[in-house]
């Protein structure tokens, strides 16, 4: 069983910070992009920032220069750091991870995995 367990969020005032963890476990060959999307209230799952396993970045404007996001591939885990935050960024957060796997009986697999998400909320 792979999972992606999210900590971190919570309520915060404007200007503040929070910082998103997610941990990817289970069994697993390969990890190639991991981060975090989110979901504002009445809107679509969006885009906040994904790190491949060499690195590179690719974020959303909106959040670029105030979230930073970093990866430790040996313990396949992703923080959010997220500074500044604006009563725009609430959303719920979402963890993604896309890699291969390994399943005792159909062997390795491609697949992308979510976390169950975890509520940001930035008051005004």
């Known amino acids: 069983q792979v999972q992606l367990v999210e900590s971190g969020g919570g309520l915060v005032q404007a200007g503040g910070s929070l910082r998103l963890s997610c941990a990817l476990s289970?069994?697993?060959?390969?990890?190639?992009?991991m981060g975090w999307y989110r979901q504002p209230p009445g809107k679509q799952r969006e885009l906040v920032a994904v790190?491949?396993?060499?690195?590179?970045?690719d974020q959303a404007d909106s959040v670029k220069g105030r979230f930073t996001l970093s990866r430790d591939n040996a313990k396949n885990t992703v923080d959010l750091q997220m500074n500044s935050l604006k009563p725009e960024d609430t959303a719920v957060y979402y963890c993604?991870?896309?890699?291969?796997?390994?399943?005792?009986?159909?062997?390795?697999?491609?697949?992308?995995?979510w976390g169950q998400g975890t509520q940001v909320t930035v008051s005004s």
């Open positions: 993604n991870a896309r890699g291969v796997f390994i399943n005792p009986i159909r062997g390795r697999y491609e697949d992308e995995i």
């Open positions: 790190i491949n396993s060499g690195g590179r970045v």
């Open positions: 289970g069994n697993i060959f390969s990890v190639n992009i």
